[in-house]
């Protein structure tokens, strides 16, 4: 009897167990909003709502005390164990918005990824996460500004996560560059030492006694030396083991900054180098920080290993005879990369305006990069949302840009399968791509832009119709975002709603979130909702067998719309190089601009009759995939005559920020 009440006992806990596991603690305190009219600016609306202490929204939303480590009471950075604890729940729905090519200005796809986690879970009290990338610094001082959402549908504090929040990128700006100075010190010493002297130095006596550390015996076992004992190496082992022998004209890995500055483009370094130990100057340049492969790694990684594991395997240069790719591993810098980032790889948990929850980590740029938020933010959010929740996940610009790469790379990586994609899309946007006059930030819109002109949005349309093409092309529902300006009319908007519906969307929907917070996008959630009740059937658009050149090619012709592909000399000599060197399997990441969907960012709606000229190609072998750089596109922006940072000032009495938008 005693036995049969323990194990009944036994049973019943086990039951509770799988029943917490299957049902997440969900208990989320929605803020009120107080909507103001006209809408103010996107700083006061922020600053309109008091936001809750982070440790007690981690409360909320099941994050254990111990899996939360604040910084200050408005963010934090949230331990990987989280995952490890919920491994075994089922996850959420998992929604991915993206958008049309958009204006310079920007169709507010942030604001929407906002509006329908604040409409999830203040308004249908659902288990919500939005998972979102940090800002770069480059935009926020020049053009485009913050990416924080605006209007009533915001992460929350505006300032901190626009400005530094907990130094993430900073982190990745000294890796990259540790790595960098690192790749032209070895230069230097190996151009002014013997073998011998190489070597005493690289595996130094401790007393009387040499001992190789890790990282050294991984280079070892790479060079097919089986020896661990530094006396037993030949002179030619010595010589093999101490000379990388780095080709200079070949070094692929440059320094970055996270400010847009078009003057480090291409720089010279070395002068006082040659001028004091004879090693050749050599041509350079510095790329935005967000581009740097360091950002890719953190937002790819599944675990530190994983990362450790990654920053290893990034390729920087190769050897003078051609014959060897030099990675982080081979200049010893694998362990030190992971130090700094060991912080990094947490994502920060931060609010909305309503106080759902919001994942800030990472930030690749979508036009140069990846451009998608973390895989362990999105991994960790599905588990806390649990099998009743939803887990929304901004791509970086239009279907053709940081959609693509969500799909075809991030959920490579990550195993996760999406259940629909949000397309934002604006009347104004549309306009542009029917024919309306250029529109420029910084500068008062055309009237066409603010008067009703339907047959603009008509023939601009085509813009958007190819952008639910290339969504479906991955097997996913389409669920139009019309987010609504007060200048656009019923008959703009009717055309369309009708014109998505008949192109194959799901649905189409008209927003309201910028004015009316979550409350204006609950149509949108509700439709979302209906979108996802069928199983996915998500698909890649290419096979990783096809070889680099095809992958590329279905990229251009089914994404983009182009005719065919073409490479430079140099561009086709680097693709050889990387199929020859064992490259061939990985996926595809085009740098191209988020303008058009060709290589022309003038060419508007759907461009026609072109080719995609390819003009450089190179592997980030840690984050996993090889970039094809497109048309005149740079990694580092410039400055415009104007930039935003004319604006922003800070209150010497009060210390709040002032201009930030």
Same mark, same amino acid.
């Given at each position: ?31 009120? &909003?107080?909507?103001?009219?006209? #809408? ?67 169709? /507010?796809?942030?604001?929407?990824? #906002? ?21 770069? =610094?480059?935009?926020?001082? /020049? ?49 002014? =030492? ?306 998505? &519906? ?100 003038? #060419? ?12 450089? #190609? ?36 009060? =210390? ?6």
């Amino acid at each position: 009897m005693t036995v049969a009440m323990l194990m009944q006992n036994t049973a019943e806990a086990a039951s509770r167990s799988q029943q917490l596991l299957q049902q997440p603690s969900w208990k989320l305190q929605a803020l009120k &909003l107080t909507l103001q009219r006209p #809408v103010p600016s996107d700083i006061e609306a922020a600053r309109s709502q008091t936001p809750k202490n982070i440790a007690e929204l981690a409360a909320e939303v099941g994050i254990r005390p111990d899996e939360i480590e604040p910084y200050g009471w408005s963010k934090g950075k949230v331990s990987l164990q989280t995952y490890d604890r919920l491994k075994d729940r089922p996850n959420g729905k998992y929604i991915v918005v993206s958008g049309i090519t958009p204006t310079p200005l920007g169709e /507010g796809k942030s604001t929407t990824t #906002v509006g329908l986690a604040q409409a999830f879970g203040a308004h249908l009290h659902k288990p919500i996460f939005a998972c979102v990338r940090q800002p770069s =610094q480059g935009p926020t001082f /020049g053009i485009k500004g913050g990416a924080a959402g605006g209007g009533y549908s915001q992460v929350i504090p505006m300032e901190d996560f626009n400005l530094h929040l907990t130094g993430d990128i900073h982190a990745i700006t000294a890796a990259n560059n540790l790595l960098a100075a690192a790749i032209d010190a070895r230069i230097l010493h190996e151009g002014t =030492q013997t073998d011998a002297a190489l070597f005493r130095r690289l595996v130094p006596a401790k007393g009387a006694v040499r001992e190789f550390v890790p990282i050294q015996l991984r280079r070892l076992q790479r060079l097919g030396i089986s020896k661990t004992n530094p006396e037993e190496l030949t002179n030619d082992e010595v010589k093999r083991f101490v000379r990388l022998d780095i080709d200079p004209l070949t070094i692929s890995w440059n320094r970055v900054l996270d400010t847009n500055d078009q003057f480090l483009r291409e720089i010279t370094i070395g002068k006082s180098v040659q001028q004091e130990k004879g090693i050749p100057e050599r041509q350079t340049q510095f790329d935005i920080t967000v581009s740097s492969e360091i950002m890719a790694v953190l937002a790819l990684a599944t675990s530190l290993a994983d990362m450790r594991e990654k920053f290893g395997k990034m390729v920087v240069a190769r050897s003078k005879d051609g014959q060897h790719l030099i990675t982080a591993d081979d200049i010893g810098v694998t362990g030190a990369l992971t130090v700094l980032m060991k912080d990094a790889i947490r994502p920060n948990l931060m609010q909305t305006l309503e106080g759902t929850p919001v994942f800030v980590h990472a930030g690749p740029f979508a036009n140069i990069a990846h451009g998608n938020s973390s895989i362990v933010a999105d991994l960790i959010a599905l588990k806390l949302v649990g099998s009743e929740g939803f887990v929304v996940t901004e791509a970086g610009f239009g279907s053709d840009i940081g959609m693509e790469k969500f799909c075809d790379i991030k959920c490579r990586y990550s195993g996760l399968v999406a259940d629909a994609v949000v397309l934002v899309a604006t009347v104004r946007a549309l306009k542009m791509h029917g024919g309306g006059p250029a529109v420029q930030a910084g500068t008062p819109l055309p009237k066409e832009y603010v008067e009703e002109h339907v047959d603009l949005v008509r023939k601009g349309f085509c813009n958007l119709g190819k952008h639910i093409e290339n969504a479906s092309r991955f097997g996913l529902p389409v669920v139009v975002a019309i987010n609504r300006f007060h200048t656009d009319t019923e008959e703009e908007i009717n055309v369309i709603r009708g014109m998505a &519906l008949e192109s194959g969307a799901f649905d189409a929907i008209v927003c309201t979130h910028w004015a009316d917070g979550g409350l204006g996008a609950v149509n949108l959630a509700n439709a979302v909702i209906r979108a996802t009740e069928a199983p996915s059937q998500f698909r890649f658009l290419y096979d990783l067998e096809l070889s680099l050149a095809e992958k590329m090619r279905k990229i251009a012709r089914d994404i983009y719309g182009a005719t065919d592909i073409s490479f430079t000399p140099d561009a086709q000599d680097q693709l050889d190089r990387l199929a020859a060197a064992g490259f061939g399997r990985l996926p595809i990441c085009m740098a191209k601009t988020h303008l058009s969907f060709s290589h022309d960012a003038s #060419v508007k709606g759907v461009a026609r009759d072109f080719v995609l000229p390819i003009r450089q #190609v190179w592997v980030s072998a840690g984050a996993g995939f090889v970039c094809a750089l497109v048309g005149t596109i740079t990694k580092m922006p410039g400055l415009p005559t104007r930039p935003a940072f004319f604006d922003i000032d800070i209150d010497p009495d009060t =210390q709040l920020i002032q201009g930030l938008f």
